[in-house]
């Protein structure tokens, strides 16, 4: 029995939630909006300030989709009010970040400089020379994108080198042992 999928969604002032003909499901607030298409079994019912999601039988794969139907919904109600960010950090020595006009420019230890353009729904922020800010409404995308520009230089085993989601950990690894390191 999926637990999140019982829950209601509660919507707040501002937001205005409405279910079109074969489960597509528009989310409309203040910072803008947002719409899925949801699998045709889901039962998704908006009423006043409240979203409820049910499934039609006890399928194996009508459970699966029932908790996952709501959190989708969930995130894009929680989307348009407060939005979603990503704060990347860089490590390392000479390696940085800045904003020129829409692209982010990086310094990463190569012979170039790596450029990487806003995409419509995204916004970059640089608030230090080793900090990337990435926030937008739908949370799939700002991850997406937050996961592309961490694959530009991921960070190494050795010495933490790279970029980094803050508060991710790197399991480090120990150098080599040197020649007359054995005894």
């Given at each position: 029995?999926?637990?999140?999928?019982?829950?209601?969604?509660?919507?707040?002032?501002?937001?205005?939630?409405?279910?079109?003909?074969?489960?597509?499901?528009?989310?409309?607030?203040?910072?803008?909006?947002?719409?899925?298409?949801?699998?045709?079994?889901m039962i998704i019912k908006a009423e006043?300030?409240?979203?409820?999601?049910?499934?039609?039988?006890?399928?194996?794969?009508?459970?699966?989709?029932?908790?996952?139907?709501?959190t989708l919904i969930h995130n894009m109600?929680?989307?348009?009010?407060?939005?979603?960010?990503?704060?990347?950090?860089?490590?390392?020595?000479?390696?940085?970040?800045?904003?020129?006009?829409?692209?982010?420019?990086?310094?990463?230890?190569?012979?170039?400089?790596?450029?990487?353009?806003?995409?419509?729904?995204?916004?970059?922020?640089?608030?230090?020379?080793?900090?990337?800010?990435?926030?937008?409404?739908?949370?799939?995308?700002?991850?997406?994108?937050?996961?592309?520009?961490?694959?530009?230089?991921?960070?190494?085993?050795?010495?933490?080198?790279?970029?980094?989601?803050?508060?991710?950990?790197?399991?480090?690894?120990?150098?080599?042992?040197?020649?007359?390191?054995?005894?």
């Open positions: 029995m999926s637990r999140i999928g019982l829950k209601p969604i509660s919507v707040p002032a501002g937001v205005e939630v409405t279910v079109a003909d074969g489960n597509v499901v528009t989310v409309k607030g203040p910072k803008g909006t947002l719409t899925k298409t949801f699998n045709k079994d006043g300030a409240e979203v409820t999601v049910a499934r039609p039988s006890e399928d194996k794969l009508h459970k699966s989709l029932h908790g996952l139907t709501r109600v929680e989307g348009v009010t407060n939005g979603f960010s990503k704060t990347l950090e860089i490590v390392g020595v000479g390696y940085r970040a800045q904003k020129q006009g829409n692209n982010l420019v990086m310094n990463l230890g190569y012979s170039h400089q790596v450029i990487v353009p806003e995409t419509d729904g995204i916004k970059i922020d640089v608030p230090q020379p080793n900090q990337i800010v990435v926030s937008g409404i739908d949370k799939q995308v700002v991850g997406q994108f937050a996961c592309e520009i961490r694959e530009k230089r991921p960070p190494e085993p050795y010495k933490g080198k790279g970029i980094r989601y803050t508060g991710e950990y790197i399991i480090r690894k120990e150098g080599k042992a040197g020649k007359g390191s054995k005894k």
